[in-house]
C-alpha cells in the first residue's frame, strides 16, 4: 500500500477488454485479474492502490441482467468506505443500460463510478483497452486539493470521453470511439491533460449518505415505430397483463400515427395503468408533444414525455421506479423529473 495515496477499487465483470488471446487455439478467453500488472505494467506507475474483484465466472456483456446490477450496488456499497473510486471492466454492448442503472441505484453517490471497456482485448498490440484502463482508474482517483473527489457519479469512459453514464449509448461496433452522449457534453475531455468540466459535473450533498438500492421490476417493453406498423403485430405487447411500462420510440419530436387503432391500443393501456414514457428515435434531441398534432394526440391518451432520454435510460429507470412498488401517479411523476441528471427540459436550456 502506498501511503497518502488514493484507494479505487477495481471490479471486472466480462467482456472484451479482460481477454486474451490463447496463443495455441487463436481463442479469446478471459484472464485472471490478479494478474492484471502483468498485462498492464505501466500501472506500478500509479501512486493509486488499487484491488479488483472479478465477477466469477465474467458475464458476457449480452448475458447483462438487472440481477448483475444487484451484484454490482452491493459491492460497491459494501467497499464504499474504503475507496476513493470505483472503476467497472464492462462490455460494450450494454454498458449504457448498466451506467444508467447504477445512476439510480447508488442515489446520493459522492464518489466516483467509472465504466469502461474496450473494442479490441487487453492482450492485443493495437487494444484501446490499456489506455481506457489507465485513464479510467486516473479519473476514479481524482480530487481536489481538500480530498473531495472531481467526479462524485456514475460515468462512461471511452476513447477520450468522460461521459455521464445515463446519457450514454453504444453508437459504433466496429470504432474505437464506441460512445457519445448526444443531448449533455462530455464531463471531460483527455489529450495530453484530462480537462474537466466542472460546470457540467453534478453537485452533491455532502450531507446526504450514499442510499444503495436494490430493488427492480423488469416488466419494461420496448416498441419502436416504424412505416407499415401494424396492428396485430404491437397489440400483444400493449394489451399484455405483465407488462407494466412500455418505451415508446416515436419519430422526431415525438410524433406517431393517427391511426385510430393506434390511438386506441394507447388509451386503453394507460387507462389499465401501463406507463408509456415518449422518447425520440433520433440519437439527439427531445421529445416536444405539443409541437405537432401528431404528437399532441399521443398527450392526450396519457403517454408521458421522456425528454431527451436514451433508450437505456428510459429502460432502466422505469424498471428502478417499477420496483419500488410505487403507484401510477407517483411513477409518472418520477419519470418526469430529473433524479440523476439523466433529463433536461427545454426550459433547461
Same mark, same amino acid.
Given at each position: 500500500?502506498?501511503?497518502?495515496?488514493?484507494?479505487?477499487?477495481?471490479?471486472?465483470?466480462?467482456?472484451?477488454?479482460?481477454?486474451?488471446?490463447?496463443?495455441?487455439?487463436?481463442?479469446?478467453?478471459?484472464?485472471?485479474?490478479?494478474?492484471?500488472?502483468?498485462?498492464?505494467?505501466?500501472?506500478?506507475?500509479?501512486?493509486?492502490?488499487?484491488?479488483?474483484?472479478?465477477?466469477?465466472?465474467?458475464?458476457?456483456?449480452?448475458?447483462?441482467?438487472?440481477?448483475?446490477?444487484?451484484?454490482?450496488?452491493?459491492?460497491?456499497?459494501?467497499?464504499?468506505?474504503?475507496?476513493?473510486?470505483?472503476?467497472?471492466?464492462?462490455?460494450?454492448?450494454?454498458?449504457?443500460?448498466?451506467?444508467?442503472?447504477?445512476?439510480?441505484?447508488?442515489?446520493?453517490?459522492?464518489?466516483?463510478?467509472?465504466?469502461?471497456?474496450?473494442?479490441?482485448?487487453?492482450?492485443?498490440?493495437?487494444?484501446?483497452?490499456?489506455?481506457?484502463?489507465?485513464?479510467?482508474?486516473?479519473?476514479?482517483?481524482?480530487?481536489?486539493?481538500?480530498?473531495?473527489?472531481?467526479?462524485?457519479?456514475?460515468?462512461?469512459?471511452?476513447?477520450?470521453?468522460?461521459?455521464?453514464?445515463?446519457?450514454?449509448?453504444?453508437?459504433? *461496433?466496429?470504432?474505437? !470511439?464506441?460512445?457519445? #452522449?448526444? %443531448?449533455? /457534453?462530455?464531463?471531460?475531455?483527455?489529450?495530453?491533460? +484530462? =480537462?474537466?468540466?466542472?460546470?457540467?459535473?453534478?453537485?452533491?450533498?455532502?450531507?446526504?449518505?450514499?442510499?444503495?438500492?436494490?430493488?427492480y421490476d423488469p416488466h419494461?417493453?420496448?416498441?419502436?415505430?416504424?412505416?407499415?406498423?401494424?396492428?396485430?403485430?404491437v397489440a400483444p405487447v400493449?394489451?399484455?397483463?405483465?407488462?407494466? *411500462?412500455?418505451?415508446? !420510440?416515436?419519430?422526431? #419530436?415525438? %410524433?406517431? /400515427?393517427?391511426?385510430?387503432?393506434?390511438?386506441?391500443? +394507447? =388509451?386503453?393501456?394507460?387507462?389499465?395503468?401501463?406507463?408509456?414514457?415518449?422518447?425520440?428515435?433520433?440519437?439527439?434531441?427531445?421529445?416536444?408533444?405539443?409541437?405537432?398534432?401528431?404528437?399532441?394526440?399521443?398527450?392526450?391518451?396519457?403517454?408521458?414525455?421522456?425528454?431527451?432520454?436514451?433508450?437505456?435510460?428510459?429502460?432502466?429507470?422505469?424498471?428502478?421506479?417499477?420496483?419500488?412498488?410505487?403507484?401510477?401517479?407517483?411513477?409518472?411523476?418520477?419519470?418526469?423529473?430529473?433524479?440523476?441528471?439523466?433529463?433536461?427540459?427545454?426550459?433547461?436550456?
Open positions: 500500500m502506498k501511503a497518502n495515496s488514493p484507494s479505487v477499487l477495481l471490479i471486472y465483470t466480462g467482456g472484451t477488454i479482460g481477454m486474451i488471446e490463447n496463443p495455441d487455439t487463436g481463442a479469446l478467453e478471459n484472464f485472471d485479474f490478479d494478474h492484471l500488472i502483468t498485462y498492464v505494467p505501466e500501472l506500478k506507475r500509479f501512486n493509486i492502490n488499487f484491488h479488483s474483484f472479478q465477477f466469477d465466472p465474467p458475464i458476457d456483456s449480452s448475458d447483462m441482467d438487472p440481477s448483475f446490477w444487484v451484484d454490482l450496488v452491493k459491492i460497491i456499497d459494501r467497499n464504499y468506505d474504503n475507496y476513493e473510486g470505483f472503476v467497472i471492466l464492462h462490455g460494450t454492448d450494454t454498458m449504457s443500460f448498466t451506467a444508467s442503472a447504477l445512476s439510480f441505484m447508488l442515489e446520493n453517490i459522492n464518489k466516483p463510478v467509472i465504466l469502461t471497456g474496450s473494442q479490441l482485448p487487453i492482450g492485443k498490440l493495437r487494444t484501446d483497452g490499456k489506455e481506457n484502463l489507465l485513464t479510467a482508474i486516473e479519473i476514479a482517483a481524482a480530487q481536489y486539493p481538500n480530498g473531495e473527489p472531481i467526479v462524485p457519479e456514475v460515468c462512461v469512459f471511452f476513447e477520450n470521453h468522460l461521459m455521464r453514464g445515463n446519457r450514454t449509448i453504444k453508437h459504433s *461496433a466496429e470504432n474505437f !470511439r464506441a460512445f457519445s #452522449s448526444f %443531448n449533455y /457534453p462530455p464531463l471531460a475531455t483527455v489529450g495530453i491533460h +484530462i =480537462k474537466y468540466e466542472y460546470n457540467l459535473i453534478r453537485k452533491v450533498d455532502k450531507n446526504k449518505k450514499l442510499k444503495a438500492h436494490y430493488l419494461v417493453a420496448i416498441v419502436t415505430l416504424f412505416p407499415g406498423i401494424q396492428r396485430d403485430i400493449f394489451e399484455n397483463e405483465k407488462v407494466k *411500462a412500455i418505451v415508446l !420510440r416515436t419519430y422526431g #419530436s415525438g %410524433n406517431a /400515427p393517427q391511426r385510430p387503432w393506434f390511438i386506441d391500443l +394507447i =388509451k386503453r393501456a394507460t387507462k389499465r395503468g401501463v406507463i408509456i414514457i415518449n422518447i425520440t428515435q433520433c440519437a439527439a434531441g427531445s421529445v416536444e408533444m405539443q409541437r405537432y398534432e401528431t404528437g399532441i394526440h399521443l398527450l392526450d391518451s396519457g403517454v408521458i414525455s421522456g425528454y431527451d432520454s436514451t433508450t437505456e435510460c428510459a429502460v432502466t429507470k422505469l424498471m428502478f421506479l417499477l420496483g419500488h412498488g410505487y403507484d401510477y401517479e407517483k411513477v409518472k411523476k418520477l419519470m418526469s423529473s430529473d433524479l440523476a441528471g439523466e433529463i433536461s427540459k427545454m426550459e433547461d436550456y
